[in-house]
């Protein structure tokens, strides 16, 4: 963290100017700015190292480290032990490099729920490109996505493809309302009351279209999303920048809203979400530069609710 260089600036003009008398001969007074670290990295101590100004101003550090100082033995020096990092290694190839291992998912759950009380069972794995998860009625995969040096991912969620009860064949084959007319749209054989079996391809229409949800965070490219994305009734991206700013955006890894909506018009998609749109715009200059490329477009709100 770092203390503000107009409130530096303003300290070290009060000091200068009290300490020091001006001349006839000296030049046009000025102020001095000061830049300070008002946290750093700890000491064996536990303060910061910065002369100790960081903990003058700020007390502890304002951060979870990475690891930290084990200070509860005194007639040894310190070691360190486990912070928001659970494994570290110095990297075997460039010894000025360290490599840590987080486990902060599990750590943020703890912090909802209290060690051991999720409320439903957890198994935290390590995203892999493809399905991560089948819960019946649609499945959710996941899919790299290009933000700096990072391993991200984007999220595609999608419907089983459904098939419908034809009433002309239940009715040519005397199926009768109630629980077996359920079974056969779950999918599975009933036996009728007359011993005779029906089988669901009997009944059932021909599948319809899958629904699916694209839901892509911070990225700096869109290059490589195409075969993931495309055909989404429903794609969620940021479009932090406009093209006026597009050197920034490049900078900071995000995307311009022409290259969200160019992403859409190119892919066959139904509607357009931005959101993670820099505080610098306006929604209405966002949308006018989105929905010249892709008509449906529009800004993501709290609390929207939108059907598929």
């Known amino acids: 963290m ?20 001006p001349t006839t001969s000296a030049r046009a007074a000025g102020v001095l700015t000061v830049a300070m670290t008002a946290g750093d990295l700890p ?4 303060n910061p190292d910065q002369g100790f100004e960081g903990f003058r101003f700020v007390g502890w550090n304002l951060y979870d480290a990475l690891i930290n100082w084990d200070l509860s033995q005194g007639d040894r020096a310190s070691d360190i032990k486990p912070g928001l990092a659970t494994e570290w290694h110095i990297d075997p190839a460039n010894h000025k490099r360290w490599i840590f291992t987080l486990d902060v998912v599990v750590r943020m759950l703890g912090g909802l729920w209290g060690k051991g009380r999720a409320p439903i069972p957890l198994a935290l794995v390590p995203l892999t490109t493809g399905q991560v998860l089948d819960v019946g009625d649609f499945t959710i995969g996941c899919f790299p996505v290009r933000r700096r040096e990072t391993d ?3 999220f595609c969620f999608e419907s089983r493809a459904p ?7 239940l009715a040519a084959l005397g199926v009768p309302d109630g629980p077996v007319r359920k079974d056969l749209a779950e999918g599975k054989p009933v036996m009728l009351d007359d011993g005779r079996t029906v089988d669901p391809e009997h009944v059932l229409g ?28 429903l ?15 490049r900078d900071y890894g995000h995307l311009t809203a022409a290259e969200a909506a160019t992403l859409a018009a190119t892919n066959n998609f139904q509607l357009l979400i931005l959101t993670h749109i820099s505080g610098r715009y306006g929604d209405e200059e966002i949308l006018a ?4 490329r892709f008509p449906n477009s529009r800004v993501a709100n709290d609390f929207d609710h939108i059907v598929i």
Request: charged fraction near 25%; include cysteine; glycine fraction near 10%.
């Open 2 to 21: 770092f203390c503000p260089l107009s409130w530096c600036g303003a300290i070290a003009g009060l000091i200068v100017g009290g300490l020091i008398a």
């Open 43 to 46: 000491t064996t101590t536990g």
């Open 152 to 154: 991200s991912f984007g």
């Open 163 to 169: 098939r419908h009860l034809r009433p002309d064949r």
């Open 206 to 233: 021909p599948a319809e279209r899958r629904k699916k949800l694209v839901v892509v965070g911070d990225t700096e490219t869109t290059q490589g999303l195409a075969e993931w994305v495309r055909d989404a009734d």
């Open 235 to 249: 794609l969620v991206i940021e479009a932090t920048f406009l093209d006026r700013d597009s050197l920034i955006a």
């Open 289 to 292: 530069v989105a929905t010249k």
